[in-house]
């Protein structure tokens, strides 16, 4: 019955990125363009990393151990700071965008701001990583075996699942500050993201000592999201408010 | 999906495909790295697979995706009773020691639903009291003998051929089974079951356990008659037929001492011996079929013989032609012999029935207890009195040529029936005076009779140690002498049946040729001998496996062809033809292409340099088809014919894993969906009441979320 660790571990790692999808993208079809195409980048700038690597793996010894992992270092790095590279240029696009789409609008404003864009671009890289990181093992969790006979961590798939979760939410909030960075000049949220995005991408190769890699990543993605979340206008009371509002069930007043 | 199976998942997961134990990238292609983390394949082994005859199936089969079970090693009886009654995590899978392969474990196993396969060790050593698949009466009821023939012989009444029989091939088990040939891959499932599911001081085996997946899904079901009816049905209407069995069938080889038209017919008058010997074997498994005693040293012996008539001085002006026959199929239930005795019927070999002079068959003949080698007749056909002077003939040239020689024939008189053998196909149709050769009077003295133990070692085949593939070639072992001296008595018999009146000392067999023959068709095909008498183009069937004789449905084998070119090479002669003209025999004049055969083979190598000097061999043996005439005729419920067919499949396969608990299964599931409904609300509350949450300072571009 790996039917139940297939469905488990898509419903963690997909689950949450299914929400943001269903609820604030899925109605409006130029956010799922914006989904799309930030999704696409993402994946050219893993075409071309994994070139790099591939070339570079095939030039050189494949016996020599500590070389290979050398490799899939610089790899991993090479691949980061690639991918945060294709974003930049991904914000261009959009930011040139924006002008297409106000001189369309009828009464001069863009139907989407630059922070909406800067979300979904953020959701469209993180399910694009996602879908790379998991599918081929959920494939393979369908099979009626499970990790472990040549003596790795029983608990492969239940981890990769929480990490593939993890990442889509660093891709987003990453996405939001990575913008945000570029929209007002400032260079050091930029530098943040990258410094982030290295520090997730090299906690990985603690792995199999999970909590190496795991308990780092969502504390910094509990980091990331506070900064995204101040930085989208919120603020502690504006979240004490919504939580009263939930707990007296009000209806939701209209913006102020 | 290639970058990420590599290892190289950017963004996190690197550090998670690259574990210590891991094998780097340059063989990430075959298989992604994942699944190369669970399961461990097991690539030397041989299933059990489905054969049906006219009324039923035998052989093993498993469900379509596989049956895998906890594994379980069983090497005394005492261990079955955890997998029958008392281990907590059924279905099991069994590693059965070789040596508990047996009858009484298989029904047992047979009738429990706790069991859902079987990977059977190879013994060793060899099981000493013998071990036997076969039946105790190999093909009965397509014998002579039968109610209206003979009836106090039918059905092994007087003389169980096979006693060590058990009769497990013709069982039918609905899981799979699979031999493990290979020791060190028995080892690794050891150590895993030693290292996951051994019952410690009679606590229960925790998990993950260790596990076994077999994939041998069957196609076809019931008998011949349901799976040639479906798929003529298939072949007939559908675009894309789906074939779910088919018929075993190879050729058979014959060659003349005096060439004969092969497409045209021999006269009545003239009058041909025929001897015969099966060429295959079969065992549990498939395509595991070593054959030695049961097939290999009876054909090697009569190639031997065929040789050694060809030294003979006058073999053209012999009174009477001899046939030298090689019938394949023999093990079930007589295809070849039965399907030259119909094309003699219906006149589409060129010899009838009515040529037939007599008849010599070789049997076993390599485990001889005293030198004796015991001639068999049919008890039932010697009562008519012209039959049995030309038996008594028959005999006495037989003994005659015995004389001087390290071989005592002895007969074994009217009591006995004749064994097993091709010859009662023929008698079937015509009483023709034969006599069967063997190396045993009552019971087989093979005890592995069509088993995977019939090996070099049951016909007593020993190479001194240290030798090379070549050396061994060229080495005469003790066996190899001994055939040669049965061999020289055959044909000496023969050329006296034929009419020969010349001195026979010249009519030798040579141990020289008989060892390199049991060489390349029981150790190793791949020889140099072997490799300069094939043709060019098919020198890659020469492979280096142990050579295994099974009749299989693709054709023809390898040993088909193998006999064909050895017989072609022993009883031909080269010929002066350049390779057109010899491939291409038609446009010489004087090639008399219908009585002769005409191969272009490789040729050895020259001792210094790596090509071959080709040449042409001009021979009279020919291949005609081995298929039952119950497939001609489309009778496949037929009782008179062989109806054996082959099922077909579309994986076989096995591979070993852990299982994790239902319990770890359950808790991830339970997890998952609490993750996808817990991030749904959220989701939707954040979304509804987003006005609250994110209150942005007024901006003309600004929208609401």
């Known amino acids: ?256 | 999906m290639a970058f990420s199976n590599c290892g190289f998942e950017v963004g996190f997961d690197a550090g998670h495909l690259l574990h210590p134990g891991c094998v780097f990238p340059s063989d990430c292609c075959q298989g992604n790295s994942v699944e190369r983390k669970i399961y461990i394949p097991l690539n030397k082994t041989a299933p059990c697979v489905r054969l049906l005859n006219a009324t039923h199936q035998i052989g093993c089969q498993s469900s379509i995706s596989g049956d895998t079970g906890v594994i379980h090693v069983v090497e005394k009886e005492e261990d079955l009773n955890w997998v029958l009654t008392d281990g907590p995590h059924p279905p099991y899978m069994i590693l059965l020691d070789g040596s508990l392969f047996n009858r009484k474990v298989m029904l047992q196993l047979k009738g429990t639903s706790r069991v859902s396969g079987l990977a059977v060790a190879v013994a060793k050593p060899i099981p000493p009291q013998g071990f036997s698949p076969g039946l105790k009466c190999p093909n009965d009821g397509f014998g002579v003998y039968s109610k209206d023939y003979g009836p106090q012989f039918a059905h092994c009444n007087k003389t169980v051929w096979n006693p060590v029989g058990s009769g497990l091939s013709y069982e039918d088990f609905d899981f799979p089974i699979f031999l493990l040939e290979d020791a060190n891959e028995t080892q690794v499932i050891k150590q895993c079951y030693q290292d996951h599911n051994v019952p410690r001081e009679g606590s229960v085996p925790e998990y993950p356990l260790c596990a076994m997946q077999l994939f041998s899904h069957m196609h076809a079901v019931t008998s011949t008659v349901t799976c040639m009816r479906r798929s003529s049905l298939q072949s007939t209407f559908s675009i894309n037929p789906e074939v779910v069995c088919d018929p075993l069938l190879d050729y058979n080889v014959w060659s003349t001492l005096q060439p004969i038209n092969s497409s045209g017919k021999v006269d009545p008058e003239k009058e041909v011996i025929i001897v015969a010997t099966r060429i295959d074997s079969h065992s549990f498994f498939w395509n595991i079929a070593p054959g030695a005693e049961s097939a290999v040293t009876s054909f090697v012996t009569h190639l031997a013989a065929a040789e050694a008539l060809h030294k003979a001085s006058d073999v053209h002006l012999l009174q009477r032609n001899i046939m030298f026959t090689f019938f394949q199929g023999e093990t079930f239930d007589y295809i070849g012999s039965s399907r030259m005795v119909y094309d003699m019927e219906k006149d589409k070999f060129p010899l009838r029935l009515d040529n037939i002079h007599s008849f010599v068959e070789l049997n076993q003949v390599a485990l001889r207890n005293d030198s004796v080698l015991w001639m068999h007749t049919d008890p039932v056909s010697r009562m008519n009195k012209s039959v049995e002077a030309r038996v008594r003939n028959l005999l006495d040239i037989l003994s005659n040529s015995s004389v001087g020689a390290n071989v005592t024939l002895q007969e074994v008189g009217y009591s006995q029936p004749l064994p097993p053998s091709s010859f009662q196909r023929f008698l079937r149709a015509r009483h023709i005076p034969g006599v069967v050769l063997t190396d045993h009077r009552t019971a087989f003295q093979n005890r592995y009779y069509q088993s995977m133990y019939d090996t070099p070692e049951n016909v007593q085949m020993q190479y001194p140690e240290g030798l090379s593939p070549e050396e061994m070639l060229e080495y005469v072992t003790d066996t190899a002498k001994s055939l040669a001296e049965v061999a020289t008595v055959v044909a000496r018999a023969l050329y006296r049946l034929a009419g020969g009146a010349n001195d026979t000392s010249a009519i030798q067999a040579d141990p020289k040729t008989v060892s390199r023959m049991l060489y390349g068709f029981l150790i190793k095909m791949n020889n140099s001998w072997f490799q300069s008498i094939v043709k060019p183009d098919i020198k890659g069937i020469l492979g280096d496996d142990v050579p295994q004789h099974y009749v299989a449905v693709s054709n023809p084998v390898n040993t088909t062809y193998l006999v064909q070119y050895v017989l072609a090479n022993l009883t031909g002669t080269v010929v002066n033809l350049t390779k057109e003209e010899c491939l291409n025999p038609e446009k010489t004049p004087s090639s008399e292409r219908e009585m002769y055969d005409y191969a272009w083979v490789q040729g050895s190598l020259d001792p210094n340099s790596t090509s071959r000097v080709p040449y042409c061999v001009r021979s009279t043996v020919h291949l005609t088809k081995a298929l039952s005439p119950a497939f001609e005729l489309r009778q496949w419920g037929s009782t008179e014919y062989s109806t054996w067919t082959e099922s077909r499949w579309k994986e076989i396969r096995a591979r070993i894993f852990l299982v994790a608990s239902k319990e770890l299964e359950i808790i991830t599931l339970v997890v998952g969906i609490v993750i996808l409904v817990v991030s749904l609300l959220a989701t939707y509350f954040i979304n509804a009441k987003a006005d609250i949450l994110f209150s942005l300072p007024r901006d003309p571009g600004a929208v609401a979320y």
């Open chain 1, 1 to 256: 019955m790996t039917l139940a660790v297939f469905f488990g571990c898509t419903f963690i790692a997909f689950g949450p990125a299914l929400g943001l999808f269903l609820f604030t993208i899925a109605r409006d079809p130029l956010r799922i363009i914006i989904l799309i195409a930030g999704a696409f980048f993402w994946l050219v700038s893993l075409l071309l990393s994994s070139l790099i690597w591939f070339i570079a793996v095939k030039a050189s010894d494949p016996r020599d151990e500590a070389l290979q992992k050398g490799l899939l270092i610089f790899g991993v790095m090479f691949s980061v700071l690639l991918q945060e590279a294709f974003r930049f240029l991904y914000y261009k696009l959009l930011r040139k965008a924006i002008e297409g789409l106000v001189a369309l609008s009828e009464d001069g404003c863009s139907p989407i701001s630059i922070q909406q864009m800067a979300y979904v671009a953020g959701v469209g890289f993180g399910l694009m990583s996602g879908a790379f990181s998991m599918i081929n093992l959920l494939a393979d969790s369908l099979g009626p075996g499970t990790v472990g006979i040549h003596g790795d961590s029983q608990l492969y798939f239940l981890t990769s699942a929480f990490m593939t979760m993890v990442l889509i939410f660093l891709h987003t909030f990453w996405g939001i500050l990575f913008f945000h960075g570029c929209e007002h000049r400032r260079w050091w949220e930029i530098a943040a993201v990258v410094v982030m995005h290295l520090a997730v991408s090299g906690s990985t190769f603690w792995n199999p000592l999970y909590v190496g890699s795991l308990v780092p990543s969502y504390l910094l993605m509990a980091a990331a999201a506070t900064w995204a979340y101040l930085l989208s206008g919120g603020s502690a009371q504006n979240l004490r408010r919504f939580l009263l509002c939930l707990r007296s069930g009000a209806s939701p007043q209209p913006g102020s």
